[in-house]
């Protein structure tokens, strides 16, 4: 019974020693500029026209080029434009928030 406690007591400290390392913890002023972060891409994906949004959102779901073009029914160089023009567009709305930090 001795040796059963042993061995289950080992197996124990090695699932222990497996576990990952959690992250460190953030700072209240990190969290705080990350929320900003969140905040102002939030504000200025709102703000996107109709066709840019459609990329973004597709493109954060995961999907690559094509199964955009697929899902919206237009060419993949379309959605590329598209992808570059939105970017460009995130791009100039975040200077503000970007200048600040």
Avoid: F, M
Wanted: glycine share 4%; proline share 8%.
């Amino acid at each position: 019974e001795a040796a059963n406690r042993q061995r289950g007591d080992r197996r124990r400290l090695r699932a222990v020693a497996a576990l990952p390392e959690p992250p460190p913890c953030a700072s209240a002023e990190a969290a705080l500029e990350g929320a900003e972060l969140t905040s102002a891409l939030g504000t200025a994906v709102a703000n996107l026209p109709p066709a840019l949004a459609e990329v973004y959102h597709l493109r954060v779901s995961g999907l690559r080029y094509e199964e955009i073009a697929a899902v919206a029914r237009v060419p993949v160089g379309t959605i590329k434009s598209r992808a570059h023009a939105l970017v460009a567009r995130l791009q100039q709305e975040l200077v503000p928030w970007i200048a600040k930090t």
